[in-house]
């Protein structure tokens, strides 16, 4: 079990951030399955956070990105991205957290939502096994701090104890 006391909240978090992994927290003690828990995850983040305006989370399957679930205002149509291509196949390689701030400017990233402006793509890895990751798009330009790099470090990080030992 995850408790969320044991995540490491910085007392420099906004309160919008703790709120949101306390009820991850929760989702995350109910036992459910991790597709069921991926999308309460992507619905809480994006309901919560203005700036996230669509948010997904993709398990790696073989040489590839799978799409598990997502919250947003419309679909993708990248489901399946192979591991090394575009921003998220790039976090998936790295094991590394990628942010673009602008993603007009980065040549690496493949376009879902001609209003999306921004990504951030944080992997959910166990030490160093990569096995999915988190995907926010925003629609405004350079909106990522910080904050949200280390506040979604920890939602991977929860999700990634839980469904390891889920799998175990
Ligand atoms: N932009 C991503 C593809 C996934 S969509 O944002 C949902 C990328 O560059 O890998």
Not at 38 to 55: A, G, I, M, N, P
Request: glycine share 8%.
């Amino acid at each position: 079990m995850v408790d969320s006391d044991d995540v490491g909240i910085g007392d420099r978090m906004s309160s919008a951030y703790t709120e949101v992994l306390g009820k991850i927290g929760d989702f995350l003690r109910t036992g459910n399955e991790p597709t069921e828990l991926y999308q309460d995850v992507c619905d809480v983040l994006q309901s919560s956070l203005d700036h996230y305006t669509w948010v997904g989370i993709y398990a790696i399957e073989g040489d590839d990105l799978v799409l598990q679930a997502y919250k947003g205002p419309k679909a993708t149509e990248h489901t399946r991205i192979p591991i090394g291509k575009g921003v998220c196949g790039l976090a998936a390689r790295t094991a590394e957290t990628v942010v673009v701030p602008d993603v007009s400017q980065d040549a690496r990233y493949l376009e879902c939502f001609p209003s999306t402006k921004a990504e951030i793509v944080v992997p959910i890895k166990y030490i160093d096994d990569v096995f999915g990751e988190i995907d926010v798009d925003s629609d405004r330009l350079d909106p990522f701090t910080e904050e949200d790099s280390k506040f979604l470090r920890m939602v991977a990080d929860q999700l990634a104890a839980v469904v390891k030992k889920l799998r175990a």
